[in-house]
């Protein structure tokens, strides 16, 4: 059975991280060579690696697809994009907003965007929160679809139309 995948996205933006690399560091799975990583650290220099995995600065969007597609778990900045590929692939997901206090970014619109999430496949930690305990069993019985599913929301789309164009 091939070991499955965490995929951490921390975004490409300027602005560091290190409080997501903190939490996933701390986590027993993160010391697991059964589960394969896979860090997409943007400005954060990860020195203390995974058991078994990979960590790259900042990852084409082919390759991103792919690294979604087949993750069976996936931590994450609350950036849109990842939000996007997530419900495109209807992956399990982790959510962890950057926020300003902390100099993550420069506002706290992630915040807002986690406020949207409401469904069992997703969860947000807020600030000064832990991450759910990461389980390897459930990380091996977790479905892995890898097929995209149309996202696009039709009914903003003709109201953006009309709006633009009436």
């Not at 951490?8 to 602005?15: F, I, K, L, Q, R």
């Not at 900042?58 to 690294?67: A, D, G, K, S, Y």
């Not at 926020?99 to 409401?118: G, P, T, W």
């Amino acid at each position: 059975m091939a070991r499955p995948l965490i995929l951490v996205t921390m975004g490409t933006n300027d602005y560091p991280f290190e409080r997501l690399y903190e939490l996933i560091s701390r986590e027993a799975l993160y010391r697991d060579d059964r589960c394969q990583w896979f860090i997409q650290s943007g400005v954060v220099e990860v020195a203390d690696l995974p058991a078994s995995g990979e960590v790259a600065s900042i990852v084409p969007r082919e390759r991103m697809e792919t690294l979604i597609r087949e993750s069976a778990l996936i931590i994450s900045h609350c950036g849109i994009g990842s939000l996007n590929l997530a419900l495109k692939y209807r992956k399990r997901t982790v959510f962890v907003p950057r926020v300003c206090r902390y100099n993550e970014f420069s506002d706290d619109h992630q915040l807002q965007i986690a406020a949207e999430i409401k469904n069992r496949r997703m969860t947000v930690v807020y600030p000064d929160e832990p991450l759910p305990v990461l389980d390897y069993q459930s990380l091996c019985d977790e479905p892995v679809p890898s097929s995209p599913v149309d996202i696009t929301n039709y009914d903003l789309a003709r109201v953006i139309e009309y709006k633009l164009t009436g």
